[in-house]
Nanobody, 127 residues
Framework: QVQLVESGGGLVQAGGSLRVSCAASGFTFSMYTMAWFRQAPEKEREFVAAINGNGRSTDYADSVKDRFTVSRDNAKNTVYLQMNSLTPEDTADYYC????????????????????WGQGTQVTVSS
């Protein structure tokens, strides 16, 4: 069955970096757009970044542009989110999600369009 497992979260000081990963199984990974969302306490889940199936198209939330980088390794069925220059406002649970989108270059930011989700990994940025 479809499974997404995030890892790599933790505690980091403001200005630091962290890379979270999402290992996927149970589906043809390269046919899916992979996205990262986050949810802070008492806030709604929000789009962070996404990458299309062949890795040639990416999109980011304005709040993380130029600080975060999404990438994927289709040979390893894994998507990554490299987070640099972290601030306390980046503190949240980070979730990866998948959307079936073969040969599509446009990125969907609507969480309702993503069918499968991981359990999340917690990222805490201290000031």
């Amino acid at each position: 069955q479809v499974q997404l497992v995030e890892s790599g979260g933790g505690l980091v000081q403001a200005g630091g970096s962290l890379r979270v990963s999402c290992a996927a199984s149970g589906f043809t990974f390269s046919m899916y757009t992979m996205a990262w969302f986050r949810q802070a306490p008492e806030k709604e889940r929000e789009f962070v970044a996404a990458i299309n199936g062949n890795g040639r198209s990416t999109d980011y939330a304005d709040s993380v542009k130029d600080r975060f980088t999404v990438s994927r390794d289709n040979a390893k069925n894994t998507v990554y989110l490299q987070m640099n220059s972290l601030t306390p406002e980046d503190t949240a649970d980070y979730y990866c999600a998948s959307k079936y989108a073969p040969y599509i270059n446009t990125i969907d930011k609507n969480p309702l369009q993503y069918a499968a989700w991981g359990q999340g990994t917690q990222v805490t940025v201290s000031s």
